[in-house]
């Protein structure tokens, strides 16, 4: 069994921070790709970034430069650092991640969201 779990969600005000962190947790062998995606009230989930196992990273052209994704892979852990944080942003944050579990097998697993809200 693996289990994603969010946290570091809150109520922040514009121009302001958060670092979600991600943790990964059960009978992993490796995580691979990881990933966040947001999905704002009545919109569709929408890609943020992705972090690959070697850390290189890819971000959706419109966070570039105030979102920064990253990983540790000793805590299985993956953060999301959003700085200079707009309404917009408000959003649940998903982590995704692919991973391979101790028995070989493989799949894209979903931690159960963490709510980001930017208001004043």
């Known amino acids: 069994q693996v289990q994603l779990v969010e946290s570091g969600g809150g109520l922040v005000q514009p121009g302001g921070s958060l670092r979600l962190s991600c943790a990964a947790s059960g009978t992993i062998k490796s995580i691979n790709d990881a990933a966040w995606y947001r999905q704002a009230p009545g919109k569709q989930r929408e890609w943020v970034a992705t972090?690959?196992?070697?850390?290189?990273?890819n971000y959706v052209d419109s966070l570039k430069g105030r979102f920064t994704i990253s990983r540790d892979n000793a805590k299985n852990t993956v953060y999301l650092q959003m700085n200079n944080l707009k309404a917009e942003d408000t959003a649940v944050y998903y982590c995704?991640?692919?991973?391979?579990?101790?028995?070989?097998?493989?799949?894209?697993?979903w931690g159960q969201g963490t709510q980001v809200t930017v208001s004043s």
């Open positions: 995704n991640a692919a991973i391979t579990t101790l028995d070989s097998m493989a799949r894209t697993y």
């Open positions: 972090v690959t196992s070697a850390g290189d990273t």
